[in-house]
């Protein structure tokens, strides 16, 4: 990130907008203090007048210092490029005073973080939105098709695949056996339900498979309902979380106890679809060490997800992919895949909380695992209760955010996927 930030056009696009407030407020002042603007009415008056003319300064300072060149006839610059700018910066303005204040500061983050939070996000989103469309002309570079960040999922059943990183990917990695891990906690209504499907599509595939699923300590007839299920099918198994209660200690007492190959964690409340499992399995024997997937690509798709959640859950992912300049736009979603040496690798865990489906996936990308992205279905619970509280999880999702965030940019790549091979043959050096 901090490599992208200081490149010359970004640099310049951050001093350009430091220009344009520092002459914002300049003119207020004299347009109240000088010029007699000084009612209730005059002063809406001069805050108008000074963000017009400064969005207009910043305008000019942008086409003929950053996104240089194209094409400078009246109708192209008076008719498209300054109502895209004045659209560009309303709408990032709208989001931070709308959307990202008033969610951060209801899930209690500390205003100063929350201002820098706002300040970042809607400088990146006038950036994003000024550089892909205000400023672009026939004469640039053009890239592929890009799919803009949405309030509802891509519902196209064209998949498409992205690949975040150029990690040279190893084929010759098979994976034997599948292991499911499923944290269950109350979860009698849909349990039953969600093991059976997955296994009915993985026998019918013909996978090697292990279904483990982690009571955490139900106070229902979950574990019951395990026990009668397990002296059915004997590639079923389920333990009781021995760390005390919470999503993230059981997925972690899972990812302790799985023998297969690969992991996947996947929901009890039937919300992950088991074909997307198959998916998983056979994008990750092409050698990646990690598949995602995303809801909001082309081919992905969400069905009931709640409106509050939604919104919350795109900022939330727009931050990670702006902070750790990613491509994926779906790391809070807990279904993945994983090689287990990526376990091995990313441990030990920190997280008690659903902020675990962050961690997984965060350290894995910064610690060097090769991954790629493929789009999913996700559903809606239709029975049980939702565990997943967004006003108790801010915080968290936050700490465990910056924590890796800190160990990309401040570790020196100690737990580098690079760093361990080398030092595992320097040892094996010196044994030899």
């Given at each position: ?5 200081f490149?010359?056009?970004?640099l310049?696009?951050l ?5 344009a407030?520092?002459l ?8 109240i203090?000088?010029l ?9 008056i001069?805050n ?7 969005l207009i300064f910043?305008f000019?300072i ?7 060149g194209?094409i400078?006839?009246?109708?192209e610059v008076?008719?498209?490029?300054l109502p895209?700018y004045?659209?560009s ?5 709208i989001?931070?005073?709308l959307?990202i204040?008033?969610i951060?500061?209801?899930l209690k983050?500390?205003?100063?973080i929350?201002?820098?939070i706002?300040a970042?996000?809607s400088?990146?989103?006038n ?9 672009k002309?026939s004469?640039?570079?053009t ?8 309030l509802a ?6 998949s498409t695949?992205i690949?975040?990183?150029?990690i040279?990917?190893d ?7 599948l292991?499911?891990?499923?944290p269950?906690?109350?979860?009698e209504?849909?349990?039953?339900q ?6 009915r599509?993985l ?14 300590n139900?106070k ?7 026990q009668?299920?397990n002296s059915?099918?004997?590639k079923?198994?389920?333990i009781?979380?021995?760390y005390p209660?919470?999503?993230?200690f059981?997925v972690?007492c ?7 190959d ?6 009890a409340?039937?919300s992950?679809a088991?074909e997307d499992?198959?998916n998983?399995?056979?994008k990750?024997?092409?050698g990646?060490d ?12 969400v069905?009931?997800y ?5 919104i919350v859950?795109?900022l939330?992912?727009?931050f990670?992919?702006?902070l750790?300049?990613?491509?994926f ?7 993945k ?7 091995e690798?990313?441990s030990?865990?920190v997280s008690?909380h659903?902020?675990l489906?962050v961690e997984?996936?965060l350290?894995?990308?910064v ?14 619970r239709?029975?049980?209760?939702s565990k997943?509280?967004?006003?108790e999880m801010?915080s968290r ?7 890796i ?9 100690d737990?580098h ?7 595992a043959?320097?040892r094996f050096?010196?044994n030899?």
């Amino acid at each position: 990130m901090l490599k992208k930030l200081f490149q010359p056009k970004v640099l310049k696009f951050l001093l350009g907008g430091g220009l344009a407030a520092a002459l914002n407020l300049v003119l207020i002042y004299l347009i109240i203090e000088k010029l007699g603007f000084n009612t209730p009415f005059l002063r809406n008056i001069a805050n108008v007048v000074s963000i017009e003319i400064s969005l207009i300064f910043s305008f000019f300072i942008y086409r003929t210092w950053v996104w240089t060149g194209g094409i400078w006839n009246i109708k192209e610059v008076l008719f498209r490029q300054l109502p895209l700018y004045h659209v560009s910066a309303g709408l990032a303005v709208i989001t931070r005073i709308l959307f990202i204040f008033p969610i951060l500061d209801w899930l209690k983050i500390n205003y100063a973080i929350n201002t820098i939070i706002g300040a970042l996000v809607s400088a990146s989103i006038n950036y994003l939105i000024s550089d892909r469309f205000v400023f672009k002309t026939s004469t640039q570079k053009t890239s592929s098709t890009y799919y803009p960040e949405s309030l509802a999922p891509a519902l196209s059943v064209n998949s498409t695949l992205i690949r975040d990183e150029s990690i040279t990917v190893d084929a010759s990695k098979s994976v034997k056996t599948l292991s499911i891990v499923i944290p269950a906690y109350n979860e009698e209504d849909c349990i039953v339900q969600t093991i059976h499907t997955i296994s009915r599509v993985l026998e019918q595939e013909k996978i090697n498979y292990e279904i483990l699923v982690v009571n955490d300590n139900s106070k229902d007839n979950t574990e019951q309902l395990l026990q009668q299920i397990n002296s059915e099918n004997s590639k079923l198994r389920y333990i009781n979380n021995y760390y005390p209660n919470g999503f993230g200690f059981a997925v972690r007492c899972g990812l302790e106890n799985f023998t297969g190959d690969a992991v996947a964690v996947v929901m009890a409340d039937s919300s992950d679809a088991p074909e997307d499992i198959v998916n998983y399995y056979h994008k990750l024997q092409e050698g990646y060490d990690c598949v995602f997937g995303s809801r909001f690509i082309r081919g992905g798709k969400v069905i009931d997800y709640p409106s509050h959640k939604l919104i919350v859950n795109r900022l939330a992912n727009l931050f990670i992919k702006i902070l750790f300049g990613l491509k994926f736009n779906d790391t809070t979603n807990a279904f993945k895949i994983y090689r287990k040496d990526v376990i091995e690798g990313i441990s030990p865990l920190v997280s008690h909380h659903f902020n675990l489906t962050v961690e997984i996936p965060l350290k894995a990308i910064v610690r060097g695992y090769s991954y790629t992205t493929i789009p999913i279905t996700w559903r809606n619970r239709t029975t049980g209760v939702s565990k997943l509280k967004l006003k108790e999880m801010g915080s968290r999702y936050l700490f465990i955010v910056l924590y890796i965030w800190l160990e990309k940019h401040l570790s020196r790549g100690d737990y580098h996927l690079s760093k361990k091979r080398l030092l595992a043959n320097q040892r094996f050096k010196s044994n030899g």
